[in-house]
């Protein structure tokens, strides 16, 4: 059982949850502004969410900025992540653009983490991740529900598709409604941690379900999003990231 994974300096899995601080730019001047604020607040990963741009660059152009970024935030890993409309993204994109894009990523070199949302053909999946792999990047596969928290068996399902994809860290981000749902989630989150090898991320989106973004410690939640102020928190729930590492100096 590893359960961790080691990206330049940073190993998920172990210790405290490793902080996500996301980049919600709507331009590229806007992205590398928030990058470099984002920087200086230390976390121990940076997504940038692509879909946030309000146009979509070509595949060559947004390799470009990319590419700055990456020399920007060093040696803090990037995650690159598209998220679809149908997962609560910003930005329309039809299924064959979507795994063009993957693909286009999956093959860079600047690219050290992708999330891959589960929700496609599984053998167009496999074989994002199989590049992936060819450089050493990382794999993160993704799912997100903004209405509900599914029943244990669909999300017992959903972390064997992201097996079968081959993909390194496992992340389902959901939205509770009730106190119970949150319960719920950490519990899940905490037996799958003991059953699969590789790191687990989840969260319970909302006010209600903030309490999942600080128990990594105790679930084995191995990443948590927060965020660099309100206007560019990129999901509901999303603690500033001072306050969050104040908690951790706190509880760990
Ligand atoms: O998947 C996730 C998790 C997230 O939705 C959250 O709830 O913090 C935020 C997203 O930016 C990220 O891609």
């Not at 080691?6 to 998920?12: A, F, N």
């Not at 679809?84 to 860079?108: F, H, K, R, V, W």
């Not at 600080?214 to 206007?231: E, H, L, P, R, Y």
Request: include cysteine.
């Amino acid at each position: 059982m590893t359960n961790s994974i080691k990206i330049k300096q940073i190993s998920i899995g172990t210790d405290l949850p490793k902080i996500a601080v996301p980049i919600t730019g709507t331009d590229a001047e806007t992205v590398l502004l928030q990058a470099n604020q984002i920087k200086c607040l230390n976390p121990d990963l940076i997504e940038w969410r692509i879909d946030c741009l309000t146009t979509m660059p070509s595949l060559s152009d947004l390799l470009q900025i990319l590419n700055e970024l990456t020399t920007l935030v060093d040696p803090i890993p990037i995650i690159c992540t598209f998220r679809t409309m149908q997962e609560g993204g910003q930005q329309p994109l039809s299924e064959t653009q979507y795994l063009e894009l993957l693909n286009g990523l999956a093959a860079d070199d600047n690219v050290a983490i992708l999330d891959v949302e589960i929700n496609h053909n599984i053998v167009a999946l496999q074989q994002v991740v199989h590049k992936l792999h060819a450089h050493q990047a990382i794999a993160l596969s993704s799912f997100h529900s903004f209405e509900t928290t599914p029943e244990q068996v669909f999300m017992q399902n959903t972390l064997k598709r992201m097996q079968r994809i081959d993909a390194d860290i496992f992340k389902l981000a959901v939205m509770p409604n009730t106190k119970m749902d949150v319960i719920k989630l950490m519990e899940f989150t905490q037996i799958a941690s003991i059953r699969y090898p590789n790191p687990i991320v989840t969260m319970s989106m909302g006010k209600l379900g903030q309490l999942s973004r600080i128990a990594g410690i105790v679930t084995n939640s191995a990443i948590t999003f927060a965020s660099m102020d309100k206007q560019s928190a990129s999901a509901p729930g999303q603690m500033h990231i001072e306050q969050l590492k104040n908690i951790f100096k706190v509880i760990k």
